[in-house]
């Protein structure tokens, strides 16, 4: 090995551990926002992260295959889904701030013991691991638990379908983390499936805006009720 490759395989470590950093943060700034259009931004923000340490993966290991990951991640999380939002909030006439379960400095204090639970859980996978990005398989574990917590934290329905969308980058990370990502075919799969979901997603938020004139999905209880 040349040292030419040495220093490229020790520049791409590097950077994949720096976009790995800023993707935990980018959870933390999701589990503590409380502006739903900052934390659209703050999804698109993740998904470029996403797409950058990708492309740094494909062109570190020379797996061509993930720079159709990459320019997949770039379409659909960067631009559609965004865009997709952006538009739904302003059909729905979205002005509310986010609303939580827990208080914001309790939530952050979970958030922090999930980081710690996952980097226990993924010791020993990485140790398993033989590609450079082992040392982010914690990272990717602690994004995928973020999400989860902002997802059964949040009342409405819009955030909850972001925090599922971010839990969905979590484990495309983790995906790319341990194996150099998943057979085109598969990702190309879970591509349609979201989009489909978008779709779903949209009918159902106008759905109950229609029937509760509001989008907070604790109105459903009633029905149960009744």
């Known amino acids: 090995m040349t040292p030419a490759i040495i220093l490229s395989d020790a520049l791409g470590g590097q950077l994949i551990n720096l976009c790995a950093a800023i993707m935990l943060l980018l959870g933390f700034a999701m589990l503590a926002q409380r502006r739903i259009l900052s934390l659209i931004n703050?999804?698109?923000?993740?998904?470029?992260?996403?797409?950058?340490?990708?492309?740094?993966?494909?062109?570190?290991?020379?797996?061509?295959?993930?720079?159709?990951?990459?320019?997949?991640?770039?379409?659909?999380?960067?631009?559609?889904?965004?865009?997709?939002?952006?538009?739904?909030?302003?059909?729905?006439?979205?002005?509310?701030?986010?609303?939580?379960?827990?208080?914001?400095?309790?939530?952050?204090?979970?958030?922090?013991?999930?980081?710690?639970?996952?980097?226990?859980?993924?010791?020993?996978?990485?140790?398993?691991?033989?590609?450079?990005?082992?040392?982010?398989?914690?990272?990717?574990?602690?994004?995928?638990?973020?999400?989860?917590?902002?997802?059964?934290?949040?009342?409405?329905?819009v955030p909850q379908v972001i925090a599922f969308l971010a839990m969905e980058n979590g484990l495309f990370f983790a995906a790319t983390s341990a194996t150099y990502g998943m057979p085109m075919v598969v990702e190309l799969g879970i591509a349609l499936d979201v989009m489909v979901g978008m779709v779903i997603f949209g009918v159902f938020f106008f759905q109950i805006r229609q029937q509760f004139d509001s989008l907070d999905i604790r109105h459903m209880e009633r029905i149960k009720e009744e």
């Not at 999380?77 to 952006?86: E, G």
Request: aromatic share 8%; net charge positive; with cysteine.
């Open 42 to 157: 703050l999804f698109m923000l993740q998904g470029a992260v996403l797409f950058t340490s990708t492309v740094i993966v494909a062109y570190t290991t020379h797996q061509s295959h993930l720079y159709w990951s990459a320019g997949l991640t770039l379409s659909l999380k960067v631009i559609a889904l965004p865009y997709i939002l952006h538009r739904l909030i302003r059909k729905l006439s979205v002005k509310w701030d986010v609303e939580t379960i827990l208080n914001i400095p309790t939530t952050m204090l979970v958030g922090i013991a999930l980081v710690v639970v996952a980097f226990n859980v993924a010791q020993p996978i990485s140790q398993l691991s033989g590609t450079i990005m082992r040392a982010t398989i914690g990272i990717a574990l602690a994004c995928v638990l973020l999400s989860f917590l902002m997802m059964i934290t949040r009342s409405k329905a």
